[in-house]
């Protein structure tokens, strides 16, 4: 009887098992994107003692990035259709057939949950909206560990319904306009977010948080100097310490003299927006070799800010000896905006915007 009423209630053609297989198919995809790019971004900023990431491509990070974040937005509506899409089975009848069968379901459950979980809170954290108790970081990290594993559970008990649609045709045409438009929305949502990453479409850009043109000298700011409590007076010094030959201390005045290098790289933030710059100012690893560092060394660069958690950065010996790391003292031809962290910031290839530290004030050789 229940069952009666309750499937006289979900009448849409459009619900069907090959409709359901090919958006699951597309989530496939774009969470095995999404896993694999966020875990890249994790072990970028938190490598085991062992891992020395390559600082090329330079664009590596960029691109990764931009992927996890634009097709994570994207995603948002492919999500909810095939959710629309499946919906019904929520109210089968008996719920739970079998251990197995409550198994199965406690893992769709998980999976569904965990699925909102992750695109919610990775788009409110974009929006810089942190409605919530927890960490974000850490609560999108586990979680993302708990989805992908139940997604793989899913896709092995569903595989004979995915073998079955993939690469059939969709004979009835309002199926076929049905995935179209859903197709169609999530590339209209990447198409008004994409537009933070890569710079020509920033104009679309109207569903993204940062505008890659607005901010201090044309560059978008996370961290302005007045939120950081960061001044940098005349008796200013950078300080190279630790494991080197000569310990130095260098005014800005020094910096300015020493050769100066001019590198075009990106600033990739981890909220996925990213544009290039040009920068100038000296080589992290002049500095370094100068003052008698090793070149297998770890290097840590300190902040003038005082508290905040990317104050410091650690750079491994790819990243540091990369003759495009610099100390940058100038911004696509101007001096440094203090927002941007003058009088010194560091800018290296193929690393994420939380680890180029603004207001360089310590070089550490370990
Ligand atoms: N000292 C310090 N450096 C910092 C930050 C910070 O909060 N403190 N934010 C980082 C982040 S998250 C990004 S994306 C970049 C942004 O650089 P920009 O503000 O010059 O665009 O700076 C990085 N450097
Ligand atoms: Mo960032």
Redesign the pocket.
């Known amino acids: 009887m229940i069952l009666k009423t309750v499937s006289a209630r979900f009448t849409s053609r459009l619900r069907s098992e090959q409709v359901a297989a090919k958006l699951g198919a597309w989530l496939g995809v774009s969470f095995t994107v999404a896993f694999a790019t966020g875990l890249f971004s994790h072990f970028l900023q938190h490598p085991p003692a062992w891992l020395l990431w390559p600082s090329r491509p330079v664009n590596l990070y960029r691109v990764t990035q931009g992927l996890h974040v634009i097709g994570g937005i994207a995603t948002i509506p492919l999500l909810l259709a095939k959710l629309w899409v499946v919906y019904p089975k929520l109210w089968q009848w008996p719920p739970l057939r079998s251990a197995g069968h409550a198994v199965e379901r406690l893992c769709v459950l998980l999976l569904v949950a965990g699925a909102l979980f992750q695109l919610v809170t990775g788009a409110l954290n974009i929006a810089y909206v942190y409605p919530w108790p927890f960490g974000f970081l850490q609560a999108h990290y586990w979680t993302a560990y708990v989805v992908y594993g139940a997604l793989l559970i899913h896709v092995a008990n569903e595989w004979a319904k995915v073998r079955r649609n993939l690469w059939t045709r969709v004979e009835s045409p309002e199926r076929r306009r049905f995935l179209f438009t859903v197709a169609a929305a999530c590339g209209l949502t990447a198409l008004v977010t994409a537009g933070e990453a890569v710079t020509p479409l920033a104009r679309l850009a109207v569903l993204a948080p940062r505008d890659p043109r607005v901010?201090a000298q044309g560059?978008?700011?996370?961290?302005s100097a007045a939120a950081?409590g960061v001044v940098a007076g005349p008796d200013y010094r950078l300080l190279v310490t630790g494991a080197v030959r000569t310990t130095l201390s260098l005014g800005y005045a020094d910096l300015v003299r020493l050769p100066q290098h001019t590198v075009r790289l990106p600033?990739s933030?981890?909220?996925g927006w990213s544009v290039e710059c040009e920068w100038t100012g000296v080589r992290l690893r002049d500095l370094l070799l100068s003052a008698g560092a090793s070149p297998d060394a770890f290097v840590t660069v300190e902040?003038l800010?005082r508290a905040?958690?990317?104050?410091t950065s650690e750079l491994r010996p790819p990243h540091w000896t990369d003759p495009l790391t610099l100390l940058a003292l100038r911004i696509n031809g101007q001096t440094l905006d203090a927002?941007?962290?003058y009088p010194v910031?560091l800018i290296a290839p193929n690393r994420p915007?939380?680890q180029?530290?603004?207001?360089v004030k310590e070089v550490r050789v370990a």
């Not at 560059?219 to 961290?223: A, D, L, Y």
């Not at 180029?356 to 207001?359: A, D, R």
């Open positions: 901010g560059v978008p700011v996370n961290r950081a600033i933030c981890v909220e902040s800010e905040g958690a990317y104050r927002d941007h962290g910031r915007g939380v180029q530290t603004k207001w």
